[in-house]
T-cell receptor, first 111, second 113 residues
């Protein structure tokens, strides 16, 4: 998906380590989102950003922080990784109520 | 508050058979409704969306969905399944003034030769 780029694609961490997931978009969309996907639970919203400089908590924000660096970039940080944060993380963008466009995901395993 | 229920976590059909994936929603305001498809190791792709225009919505790859307010449903159908339709499908609900979508838990479609 050339519009939304996530890095890295895969990552293995040890409990307690920190890392930042990166997301960049070239769609000129105002809104950006971070979701996590777990088996049988669909996608759950972690944080979202309606515009540059603003962020809001979603359904499952505990253990995460975000930064909307500019209009293009929205990063997700795990300060002290826990096994419960093993998941597939998706970044998405939208223009107001237009459908969200997704990146290909970051597969994160925490041992 | 909004929620989405997808009935059946796994659906199996024969190639050429009708595909029916069920989605029921709850929303206190007029909803926007979406169907997405996810192929293995990929992100979600939009199949179709309902945004209060025509109740029968046509999407990509021959899929369509009908919004039925009285039944609070938005079921996804395709007349004839193809092997390439095997994937996971997600229904989602949004609304004006609420920027994030609420997703269902997904239905994995298997197509048998």
């Amino acid at each position: 998906n050339a519009g939304v780029t996530q890095t890295p694609k895969f990552q293995v961490l040890k409990t307690g380590q920190s890392m930042t997931l990166q997301c960049a978009q070239d769609m000129n969309h105002n809104s950006m989102y971070w979701y996590r996907q777990d088996p049988g639970m669909g996608l759950r919203l972690i944080y979202y950003s309606a515009s540059e400089g603003t962020t809001d908590k979603g359904e499952v924000p505990n253990g995460y922080n975000v930064s909307r660096l500019n209009k293009r970039e929205f990063s997700l940080r795990l300060e002290s990784a826990a096994p419960s944060q093993t998941s597939v993380y998706f970044c998405a963008t939208s223009r107001d109520n237009q459908p969200q466009h997704f990146g290909d995901g970051t597969r994160l395993s925490i041992l | 508050a909004q929620s989405v229920t997808q009935l059946g976590s796994h659906v199996s059909v024969s190639e050429g058979a009708l595909v029916l994936l069920r989605c029921n929603y709850s929303s206190s305001v007029p909803p926007y409704l979406f169907w997405y498809v996810q192929y293995p190791n990929q992100g979600l792709q939009l199949l179709l969306k309902y945004t209060s225009a025509a109740t029968l919505v046509k999407g990509i790859n021959g899929f369509e969905a009908e919004f039925k307010k009285s039944e609070t449903s938005f079921h996804l159908t395709k007349p004839s399944a193809h092997m390439s339709d095997a994937a996971e499908y997600f229904c989602a609900v949004g609304s004006t003034g609420r920027r994030a979508l609420t997703f269902g838990s997904g239905t994995r479609l298997q197509v048998q030769p």
